[in-house]
T-cell receptor
């Protein structure tokens, strides 16, 4: 029971390079999310998806793109990396509310990205 | 919009001490409230939750009560252990908003033997 798997776990980029972070979940969850975590700033939502083929902007979407071609996968792309995008990125997924009506998130282990 | 405010850290306690981490929220209606915990090098995981006013969430000796009148969801534990050292996040979400969650900034707890 893998849950949410993120790849890669670590990556170092140079300014202007591009890359894609992959998130895969095996729980048949409808919702998927990408967050970034920065010291003292909690988690901020980048983009999210409410189902296969759909995506929407979160709180801090600039400089990122996403795609959800398959229900189990949610990709986060950086077209031209900038040092301000140095962060730890977390993917999460959820059902459309559990038996109590709460939307509980299941997180991946994180991807640490450094942009030089 | 929705917001969550946690007490500033870091918090350092001795083993078996009493823990309180304050959390207040700003939101209309009745969001669900959560505490997530992040151990070093790991992702966040659900610690406990509450979905309506006066509900008490509990898990692993931790408790928090949904207080609508004070818009609070303070985390407590009667006797902390070294293994409780982690970062704790208070959060809220609404099922009507694509389940998007709003997080506090996190509180780092260190428990010393």
């Amino acid at each position: 029971n893998a849950g949410v798997t993120q790849t890669p776990k670590f990556r170092v980029l140079k300014t202007g390079q591009s890359m894609t972070l992959l998130c895969a979940q095996d729980m048949n969850h409808e919702y998927m999310y990408w967050y970034r975590q920065d010291p003292g700033m909690g988690l901020r939502l980048i983009h999210y998806s409410v189902g296969e083929g759909t995506t929407a902007k979160g709180e801090v979407p600039d400089g990122y793109n996403v795609s959800r071609l398959k229900k189990q996968n949610f990709l986060l792309g950086l077209e031209s990396a900038a040092p301000s995008q140095t962060s730890v990125y977390f993917c999460a997924s959820s059902r459309t509310g559990d038996s109590s009506g709460a939307n509980v998130l299941t997180f991946g282990a994180g991807s640490r990205l450094t942009v030089l | 919009g929705d917001s969550v405010t946690q007490m500033e850290g870091p918090v350092t306690l001795s083993e078996e001490a009493f823990l309180t981490i304050n959390c207040t929220y700003t939101a209309t209606g009745y969001p669900s409230l959560f505490w997530y915990v992040q151990y070093p090098g790991e992702g966040l995981q659900l610690l406990l939750k509450a979905t309506k006013a006066d509900d008490k969430g509990s898990n692993k000796g931790f408790e928090a009560t949904y207080r609508k009148e004070t818009t609070s969801f303070h985390l407590e534990k009667g006797s902390v252990q070294v293994s409780d050292s982690a970062v704790y996040f208070c959060a809220l979400s609404r099922n009507t908003n694509a389940g998007k969650s709003t997080f506090g900034d996190g509180t780092t707890l260190t428990v010393k033997p």
